[in-house]
């Protein structure tokens, strides 16, 4: 999900701050453009560092400000269709739950929970599996399937992320840590189960 990519571009620099450290004011001007956007190809940029200036910068009549060709790493997170990842359930709605992945919120409908009907109290943050007794509350962490995605490259927050935990192996870490007790546990009963087998066995030969 995370990836370094090179980028290139051009920014603006106005008028106000040429008496400024040139180098620094373009720093500046290149993590406040494009830290928080969407790029298609590379999706959200979290963090720009390493930026170098292409060139002379170049200023177009009638305009004050300076336009400044430059090159700079991005630190990118970019989530992927039919991608397992993990996440932290922030909220409890009545649809569904919401949660953090990486910088994106992301959506668990209540349909796609788990394999149960659920029932969802909103008030108390919490969903509750009818069947199974199941509980998902805020502050879970959770492992899901990214099954839908729609990235706003105008609004990073207006992006909607859909994710399913309706599969083996994923739903809450507490669910996935539960088949393998209760393995243990019938390991532990079949032990007793063979012990009391044999100590009738061993009564049996010395009669």
């Known amino acids: 999900m995370?990836?370094?990519?090179?980028l290139d571009d051009t920014v603006r620099v106005p008028p106000e701050r040429f008496g400024e450290n040139l180098r620094k004011a373009i720093n500046d001007i290149v993590q406040k453009t494009f830290e928080g956007t969407i790029r298609k190809k590379h999706g959200l940029i979290v963090a720009v560092d390493n930026i170098n200036t292409l060139g002379d910068g170049i200023v177009i009549h009638g305009?004050?400000?300076?336009?400044?060709?430059v090159e700079f790493d991005a630190i990118t997170f970019n989530p992927a269709l039919q991608e397992i990842t993990d996440a932290l359930i922030c909220e409890i709605v009545e649809f569904g739950a919401f949660c953090h992945i990486g910088p994106f919120d992301a959506l668990i409908h209540m349909s796609?929970?788990?394999?149960?009907?659920v029932d969802v109290d909103?008030?108390?943050?919490r969903i509750v599996g009818k069947e199974n007794k199941k509980v998902l509350k805020v502050g879970d962490h959770v492992r899901a399937r990214i099954?839908?995605?729609?990235?706003n490259e105008l609004s990073a927050r207006e992006s909607k992320i859909?994710?399913?935990?309706?599969?083996?192996a994923?739903?809450?870490?507490?669910?996935?840590?539960?088949?393998k007790d209760e393995k243990k546990e019938d390991k532990k009963k079949d032990k007793k189960k063979d012990k009391k087998k044999d100590k009738k066995k061993r009564k049996k030969g010395r009669r």
């Open 170 to 179: 994923l739903g809450a870490h507490e669910w996935l840590k539960e088949p």
């Open 2 to 6: 995370y990836t370094l990519v090179k």
């Open 162 to 168: 859909g994710l399913t935990m309706r599969q083996p």
């Open 122 to 125: 909103a008030e108390n943050e």
């Open 112 to 117: 796609q929970i788990m394999n149960d009907y």
């Open 147 to 151: 099954v839908a995605i729609s990235l």
């Open 63 to 69: 305009d004050g400000g300076m336009y400044q060709k």
